[in-house]
């Protein structure tokens, strides 16, 4: 019996997750979170003891005693979560992608010392984690992240001056929150990822490529030295990397359906256009700097996606103002969790500013 804490437990993933949860005889709730809304209903239809909304994570995990943590909280709220399974060994299973983000360097110090597992949920670095199991890492010539492209793909930029939130919020292959669907309408998520992927797998930045792939069938590729490139697909569902870190190393079955090549496959490939959607390049740039720099490019992100979704700036002003927020911090060494709340909130306080 696997006893699993699920954060973030009311937003998409969460949801997901409980339902998978519930599938497993193996596997228990024992904790619950949300950010604002009310869990005593879900709390009592799962028969879950510990249940939290908002406030610090350290408390509900001491006391649910989890052995496998899903970070599924939106933004840098999952920081805290994530540094306490990686520290006490417990398996982190992260879809909390902005957490590896803003701490990436702490969470692998934390990771070493507390030497648990760490699975992503991210469907493309589950497809990344997969395809290097077991694979001597010198072997290994880089990483190539997929993308969808987003609703506003082929796009120019004259074209997304007036777009709206609800169609940045229509995104053509994966139904998610409205935070990482407006990320991947910017393609900062495809940014965040990369910033991830360098962390949980510790390759160079400038071996980390991102490719558009619309249909959003290949979820990643690995390419070797030897020419090979493996690719890891499926329809786009999320069922499939959360039941693979709740159920590791079994691979437990799912509800998702098979590729069905009777109905034909397409599998087309596209770079990204850099220029109309800037912020990917900030966010490599951001990550190459290392330091503050990506807690300050994610917290600028998560301001001006809030902004944007509150009518209060305009699509394209999003990369604006994170390029402006980033070019006015000073950036500096993340030692320590206070470090990185400071370049939290600094990087807040100038994208507030920028976005008005
Ligand atoms: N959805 C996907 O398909 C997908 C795919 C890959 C990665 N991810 C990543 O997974 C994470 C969650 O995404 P999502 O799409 O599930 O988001 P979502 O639907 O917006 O759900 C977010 C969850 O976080 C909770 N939350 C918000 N602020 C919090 C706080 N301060 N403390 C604790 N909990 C808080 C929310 O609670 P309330 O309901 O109370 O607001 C909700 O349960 C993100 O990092 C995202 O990038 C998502």
Redesign the pocket.
Known sequence: MKRVAI?????????QAIEIVTEHPELELCAL?????PLEALAAEHAVEHAQ???D?VRLLERGAPDIVL?????F??VRATLWALEHGVTLAL????SLVAAGELAVAAHERGGGLLLP???EHSALHQCLEGRDRASVAGLVLTASGGPFRGRTRDELADVTAAQALAHPT????????V?SATLA?KG?ELIEAHFLFGLPYERIEVVLQPTSVVHALVRFRDGASLAHLGYPD?RV?IAFALTYPERAATQVAPLDFSQGLVLEFEPPDLETFPLLALARTAGERGGTYPCAFNAANEVAVAAFLEGRLPFLGIAATVEEALAEVAGAPARDLADLTEADREARRLAERAAV
């Open positions: 954060l973030g437990a009311t937003g998409s993933i969460g949801r979170q949300s950010g604002s809304t909304i908002g406030g994570p970070n599924a909280v939106v933004g709220a999952g879809a909390n992608k902005e949920v991210d469907s994966w139904r998610m929150g409205p935070k990482i669907t990320d998520n965040l999320m990397p």
